[in-house]
C-alpha cells in the first residue's frame, strides 16, 4: 500500500516567494495533519483537517501559511510570502481516525533563501 | 512553550546493552503516550504507545514505561541493535481519541556495533 506521499522531497528558494508544499494521504484516512520540524522546537502541528474540513489551525504560524483541502485525497499547504524563519522540514501525515497512529510521509526540507 | 520535553539530545549505547530514553510532560491532562522513531530523510513512524492506566507496555523489545505522578515517561530497548539507530520522538495527547499530538524535540540514538 502506498504511504503518504508528500512533493517536493526538497524546495530551495528566495525569500518573498510563494511555496506550496503537497501531499496525498493514504486512502480512507479521514484526518490529514501538517506539522513543520526545526531543531529548536522538534514537530509542531501546524493544522489539521477531518473529512476535509479544517478543524483546528490554532498552530499556523501566522497569515503568511494557509492550508487547504479540497478533496480526500490531496491538501496543500502554502507560504506566501515565503521568509527565511520557515526554513524546517514539514510534514504531512493522515491517520484512520481520531486518536489513532499517524502515519507520516517522508516531508519537504524548505530552505528559503 | 515546550509540554513535552525530551532533555537528552543524543545518546550512545553499545550493541546488545539496553537503551533508556526519556520524556517529561507538563500537562496534567495527557492521557495517552506514543514514541515515533525516524530514521534520516524519512518521516516518523509509530513504534509504541501506553495509556494512562498502565504503567507499562511492552512490544517484543520495546518497552514504555509511564509515572504519572512524576509526569515521566521512558523507552527501554533491549537489546539494542545497530538498526535501532534513529531519532525517537516522545509525543502525548489528553486522551487516546484526541487529534492533538505534542512532540518532544527528539533524541537521537546511536547503537555502536
Known amino acids: 500500500d502506498a504511504g503518504v506521499i508528500q512533493s517536493p522531497r526538497h524546495e530551495v528558494t528566495e525569500m518573498g516567494q510563494e511555496v506550496t508544499l503537497r501531499c496525498k494521504p493514504i486512502s480512507g484516512h479521514d484526518y490529514l495533519f501538517w506539522y513543520r520540524q526545526t531543531m529548536m522546537r522538534g514537530l509542531e502541528l501546524l493544522i489539521y483537517?477531518?473529512?476535509?474540513?479544517?478543524?483546528?489551525d490554532s498552530g499556523m504560524p501566522e497569515d503568511r501559511f494557509s492550508a487547504k483541502m479540497p478533496n480526500a485525497s490531496f491538501s496543500t499547504l502554502k507560504i506566501q510570502p515565503s521568509e527565511p524563519r520557515d526554513s524546517a522540514v514539514y510534514f504531512c501525515?493522515?491517520?484512520?481516525?481520531?486518536?489513532?497512529?499517524?502515519?507520516f510521509g517522508d516531508g519537504t526540507r524548505l530552505s528559503i533563501l | 512553550d515546550q509540554q513535552v520535553k525530551q532533555n537528552s539530545p543524543s545518546l550512545s549505547v553499545q550493541e546488545g546493552r539496553i537503551s533508556i530514553l526519556n520524556c517529561d510532560y507538563t500537562?496534567?491532562?495527557?492521557?495517552?503516550f506514543l514514541w515515533y522513531k525516524k530514521y534520516p530523510a524519512e518521516g516518523p513512524t509509530f513504534l509504541i504507545s501506553?495509556?494512562?492506566?498502565?504503567d507499562k507496555n511492552e512490544d517484543g523489545r520495546f518497552t514504555v514505561f509511564l509515572n504519572k505522578s512524576a509526569k515521566h515517561l521512558s523507552l527501554h530497548i533491549v537489546p539494542s541493535q545497530p538498526g535501532d539507530s534513529a531519532v525517537y520522538f516522545c509525543?502525548?495527547?489528553?486522551?487516546?481519541?484526541?487529534?492533538?499530538?505534542?512532540f518532544g524535540t527528539g533524541t537521537r540514538l546511536t547503537v555502536i556495533p
Open positions: 509525543a502525548a495527547s489528553e486522551h487516546p481519541g484526541a487529534n492533538n499530538l505534542f
Open positions: 501506553i495509556s494512562s492506566i498502565k
Open positions: 483537517f477531518n473529512n476535509n474540513v479544517p478543524i483546528d
Open positions: 501525515a493522515s491517520s484512520p481516525g481520531g486518536g489513532r497512529a499517524q502515519h
Open positions: 500537562n496534567s491532562m495527557f492521557d495517552y
